[in-house]
């Protein structure tokens, strides 16, 4: 009797032990999750619908019990998927926080700065502003393919540098294709709609939705009509001619090829609004307004019939 009782004193003891042995483990594990083996992911948003990823570069981290040190190519360098890659606007915000997943940490920006895509010099530094727990990166570069370096201090846990890829301004001109659009008259609705439909967008997140065209009176003229793609809703940088900013110069640029392939046209008009169309057009709507006369711009460039050979503006 004595002996069964020791044996069943020595399982109970057992499954006591191995309990206590799991839990250990247990809590070994759950413990070692709190400390990822890297840094935390930058997220990179232009507003609540477009929404990116910083791509890691070179870091140095505390993952439980060890020190990870990891180098990478210079972010200038980095091949970017469309997940790291954004198009935006001269004037836009692009707003940057980090996951939580890891919990709160300290987080100091050491440097922020701008280099062309493929170039390891730097431009110059970025503009931000820290509104709580979110970077704000103000964009003032002008037309071209740029890689804003961010380089993070964790505190005690490390520090990391992040690439993000933006195409500021980035503009296209099929000009063969252009060439061969050209019409004596602004009322040929068809040619001047096939001509707008190979310019590039003015500005990021602009789609062009409506066309107008007067072609009853003197000054006959194009009135071209421009709203967001849905999830840039209310986020467009309108035309502004004083300063001018660069969505105006872009509709300057393409009001130059107007000219150029529609002999009869006098003026054109690009009006712009905030929020996508329901289907008809609300001119009333259209609160961004730009407006190009042919002898205004002649003035400022000269003829513009052979405007789509000049190598500066059309590349």
Excluded: C
Excluded at 52 to 72: F, M
Excluded at 119 to 129: G, P, Q, R, V
Excluded at 228 to 234: A, I, K, N
């Amino acid at each position: 009797m004595a002996e069964v009782k020791r044996k069943k004193g020595r399982r109970i003891w057992m499954s006591i032990v191995t309990l206590l042995f799991f839990s250990f483990v247990l809590f070994m594990i759950l413990d070692q999750t709190r400390y990822k083996s890297s840094p935390p992911t930058v997220h990179v948003l232009l507003n609540n619908n477009v929404s990116r990823e910083a791509l890691l570069g070179t870091y140095e981290w505390e993952s439980g019990d060890q020190r990870i040190k990891a180098d990478s190519d210079h972010p200038a360098y980095f091949t970017y998927e469309e997940e790291h890659r954004l198009e935006a606007s001269k004037g836009q915000k692009v707003y940057m926080s980090i996951s939580k997943e890891q919990g709160e940490m300290p987080i100091e920006v050491i440097h922020f700065e701008v280099y062309a895509k493929g170039s390891s010099e730097k431009l110059h530094d970025a503009k931000y502003s820290i509104n709580g727990d979110t970077l704000v990166l103000h964009v003032e570069e002008e037309s071209g393919e740029y890689v804003y370096v961010l380089f993070l201090d964790y505190g005690d846990r490390g520090s990391a540098v992040y690439g993000i890829n933006i195409n500021v301004d980035q503009r296209s001109f099929p000009v063969d294709e252009l060439k061969k659009l050209s019409t004596p008259y602004v009322g040929n609705s068809v040619k001047v709609g096939e001509i707008l439909s190979k310019l590039p967008m003015p500005g990021s997140g602009y789609v062009q939705r409506y066309l107008a065209l007067k072609t009853v009176t003197e000054p006959y003229g194009v009135i071209v009509y421009y709203e967001p793609v849905e999830e840039l809703s209310g986020h467009l940088i309108f035309p502004v001619e004083n300063p001018i900013n660069n969505v105006y110069e872009n509709m300057e640029i393409n009001a130059m090829v107007l000219f150029s392939l529609i002999d009869n046209v006098d003026t054109v008009t690009f009006k712009v609004r905030q929020t996508p169309s329901k289907g008809e057009l609300e001119d009333g709507n259209y609160d961004g307004k730009a407006i190009f006369t042919r002898d205004e711009l002649v003035k400022k460039y000269g003829e513009l019939e052979n405007i789509l050979d000049d190598k500066e503006l059309f590349n």
